[in-house]
């Protein structure tokens, strides 16, 4: 039998949503860590990842264009998104960068519980 402190969980309202996964890519490794800082420092986020390389293909200004860039996987609370794009934007080197949220159906109670009293 698992205990409380090891439980996953799939179906708890609070996790679908109150936790969000923000995905933010940007032109170099230094601007991630700058953006990542910023949001942890400022506990907007609890935790972020920095993908260093990841190659994007996309459409801009009508033609397709592509671009090696960093991904920043940011956990959060969705309640601080709105706060996190006005930051991310504010200091962001991209006229329109990518700002996107994903919500988190379920995981380790525990990291939930951290994430959740991690962010202000």
Known sequence: MMS???SISSTN?????SS???LITT???????KIAEVLVNRRKAACVNIVPRVDSL???K???DSARESLLLVKTK??????IISLVKEIHSYEVPEIIAL????GSEDYLRWLDSACQ
Do not use: Y
């Open 62 to 64: 009508g033609k397709i």
């Open 4 to 6: 409380s402190t090891n």
């Open 20 to 22: 969000i996964v923000v």
């Open 58 to 60: 996309f459409r801009w």
């Open 103 to 106: 919500p988190i159906i379920g």
């Open 78 to 83: 969705a309640s601080l998104l709105s706060e």
């Open 13 to 17: 309202p609070r996790n679908s949503t």
């Open 27 to 33: 032109g170099s490794e230094e601007e991630a860590l």
